[in-house]
């Protein structure tokens, strides 16, 4: 008997900060714990510093580097592009890499405007016909916790849903003094905190519940206007140096919006960086005629879960340890009870992705369903922008 090896998915990275690191991470890890159809290969890395982009080329393994994103594009040995950079450069890259035949994986928010994600959701759509596919990045749908409460929906366990409350808390910004970053600043970014950290919320909750946020109304703050130039970093945040020259804050700081969805359900998001103490606390809450889940990252190996149709005598809320081989992704994984973490979101969606391509399919989720998130943040921004009050999405 002879067995034959998958064909070789040939990726090209661009970006290597913080979310290079992680999906280099995820592209090398998948096909050591998962079947794939295709083989990921790590082949190059795109940065502009020639010496940065090497050396995180050879920390992370990748085969071989570019300094320019475009001659990536060209290159026949690379099959898909995966985007990691900030926002502003997505459009530009995606649309290059679909018209050029490459598969992509875009880092959330798609876009930093409607506008933008209507091009990159045509170019997809065109891309698909030619056998080729794009997804962007909402990681979260991939923790296994998450997964099993779509499964619960799915399968009818919650019934009719009414509620979702929907918070995503951290801190890193808590301090004054803690530095500008790309994140702060419209022009890359787009958005603050209700795009970096709101838009998960807005795929989560429409992930689980099946439903689609049909109008909303919001109301953004900045707290802290102006910050150092540089500084010590730690994490995402820091403290500034005083003497290092100050910059505009020109995005929210936090985000809050009343939420309707399709079929009657009505929703409450709340996302921010000032919530002292709080350091990754992604929480999803959803009631529903028959039961209720709720989640919180912080806690991402279990799912809370009431089911309404116990006797009331004994029906509470229960813990489930989401650490089995009955429960999404896990198998592939640790002994049960063991649990996974953050970087595992990310080697999901690359295992989801591959098997997409593999199978000539639509991946999830698609250009088109993160076009949707990027509605509803549009829907927010003009609310609280123009005190407009309720807007349809
Ligand atoms: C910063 O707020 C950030 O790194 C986001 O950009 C990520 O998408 C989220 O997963 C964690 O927080």
Not at 38 to 49: F, I, K, N
Not at 333 to 355: I, K, M, N, R, S
């Amino acid at each position: 008997m002879t067995s034959t090896s998958p064909a070789a998915l040939r990726v090209g990275m661009v970006g290597y900060a913080f979310m290079g690191a992680m999906h280099s991470h995820a592209w090398r890890t998948a096909p050591r714990f998962f079947d794939l159809p295709l083989q990921p290969e790590l082949a190059v890395l795109a940065g502009r510093d020639a010496a940065a982009v090497k050396t995180a080329a050879d920390t992370f393994g990748w085969r071989d580097t570019e300094t320019d994103w475009r001659a990536l594009i060209e290159r026949d040995d690379v099959d898909l592009i995966d985007i990691c950079t900030p926002g502003n450069t997505h459009a530009e890259i995606a649309i290059a890499a679909l018209e050029a035949g490459k598969h992509v994986l875009c880092e959330k928010p798609l876009a930093n405007s409607v506008e933008e994600a209507e091009r990159m959701t045509a170019a997809a759509r065109e891309a698909e016909a030619r056998g080729v596919f794009a997804m962007c990045g909402f990681s979260y749908r991939r923790t296994p916790a998450l997964t099993l409460a779509r499964r619960l929906v799915e399968q009818g366990r919650l019934g009719t849903v009414r509620h979702v409350r929907a918070q995503y808390l951290q801190d890193w910004l808590s301090d004054e003094t803690s530095p500008m970053t790309w994140r702060l600043d419209r022009e890359k970014s787009g958005s603050g905190a209700l795009g970096d950290i709101g838009a998960h919320s807005i795929d989560a909750a429409q992930y689980v519940t099946g439903l689609q946020i049909s109008g909303v109304s919001g109301l953004l703050n900045t707290f802290v206007h102006e910050r150092p130039l540089s500084g010590a970093r730690s994490g995402l945040g820091g403290s500034g140096a005083a003497d290092s020259g100050m910059g505009q804050v020109t995005v929210d700081d936090a985000a809050i919006f009343s939420a309707r969805f399709d079929g009657g359900a009505i929703g409450a998001f709340e996302a921010t960086r000032f919530a002292l103490g709080r350091k990754n606390s992604m929480r999803l809450e959803v009631n529903g005629t028959l039961g209720s889940l709720a989640f919180d990252f912080e806690h991402m190996n279990s799912l809370e879960f009431y089911d309404g149709t116990q006797p009331q005598e004994t029906a509470g809320f229960s813990t489930i340890n989401v650490t089995e081989p009955v429960h999404p992704y896990t198998g592939n994984w640790w002994p049960a009870g063991h649990g996974l973490g953050y970087e595992h979101g990310f080697t999901h969606q690359v295992v989801d992705l591959v098997q997409a391509i593999a199978d000539a399919r639509t991946p999830s989720p698609s250009f088109e369903d993160a076009l949707q998130v990027q509605k509803v943040l549009r829907a927010v921004e003009r609310s609280s922008a123009e005190d407009a009050g309720w807007q349809h999405v």
